[in-house]
């Protein structure tokens, strides 16, 4: 390992773009902790010394106290919360059950900003905290309307990440809310726009560009600032 090598804490990494961050950081020379909830062959097949793998689900605080402490000596250049559901997305609001509602804001919204007020000792100076978010979460941009319930959850991400922000404002970190595009995923669908090659690869240029940049930037994979 060289002094000048950058190390990246990839959260929600079994499959579609955490997995796709993981597989680019590495080729671009970064060594990555990646997490899973459970074992996912796709993640295992990167294997390298490089790749440290971890389990944990961000709604189990037990589990997620366990994770800190294991890499609690680490210091990262990124922490990246991608994970995140879409659970009866295409329902309007009121058709949704309460308690399917309100798990949706509870892993996209309230469970990210948990894992990184644990994880932000492990944060290094000049680096980066990035929370998937999506272009849906713009309340300004919302001129179609639908999936009501996710795009409130990740309005509510954006909102709690920038609270997040001015709680630790004084830490030598930047916070960046990533829209990684409509990418063909299990979750984006076949008919998405971009693959996940250019997603990520968008992405990671986006982060490398923004280290050492304090304050909470809301950027699309090109670079582009959206609208809250
Ligand atoms: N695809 C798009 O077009 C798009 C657009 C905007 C934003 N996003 C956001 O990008 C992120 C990744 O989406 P994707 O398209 O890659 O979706 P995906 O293919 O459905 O993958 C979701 C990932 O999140 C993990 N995950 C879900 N709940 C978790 C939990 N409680 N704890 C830990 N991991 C959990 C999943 O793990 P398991 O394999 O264990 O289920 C999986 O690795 C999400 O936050 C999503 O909202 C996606």
Redesign the pocket.
């Known amino acids: 390992m060289t002094t000048s090598q950058k190390n990246a804490l990839i959260?929600?990494?079994?499959?579609?773009?955490?997995?796709g961050l993981v597989e680019t950081f590495l080729k671009r020379g970064w060594r990555v902790t990646a997490?899973?909830?459970?074992a996912?062959p796709d993640l295992a097949k990167l294997a390298t010394e490089a790749l440290t793998i971890e389990t944990?689900?961000?709604?189990d605080d037990g589990a997620v106290a366990a994770l800190h402490d294991r890499l609690k000596t680490r210091k990262y250049d990124l922490v990246f919360v991608?994970?995140?559901?879409?659970t009866q997305a295409h329902d309007p609001l009121h058709e949704v059950p309460r308690d399917v509602a309100a798990q949706v804001y509870l892993?996209?919204a309230v469970?990210p900003i948990r894992f990184a007020e644990l994880f932000a000792d492990t944060v290094a100076p000049g680096g980066t905290i990035a929370f998937?978010?999506?272009?849906?979460g713009s309340v300004g941009l919302n001129e179609s309307g639908g999936w009501d319930n996710y795009r409130a959850s990740?309005a509510a991400l954006n909102t709690n990440a920038r609270s997040f922000e001015v709680r630790h404002r004084e830490r030598p970190f930047g916070i960046l809310l990533v829209?990684?595009?409509?990418?063909r995923?299990?979750?984006?669908g076949a008919e998405?726009d971009i693959d996940v090659a250019t997603s990520v690869t968008g992405m990671a240029d986006v982060i490398e560009r923004r280290l050492g940049e304090r304050g909470a930037a809301y950027l699309d994979y090109t670079g582009k600032t959206l609208a809250w």
């Open positions: 959260v929600g990494a079994s499959r579609g773009l955490g997995l997490t899973q909830r459970k996912s944990a689900d961000i709604d991608v994970a995140g559901v879409a892993t996209n469970s998937m978010s999506s272009i849906l990740k829209h990684p595009g409509w990418v995923t299990d979750m984006g998405a």
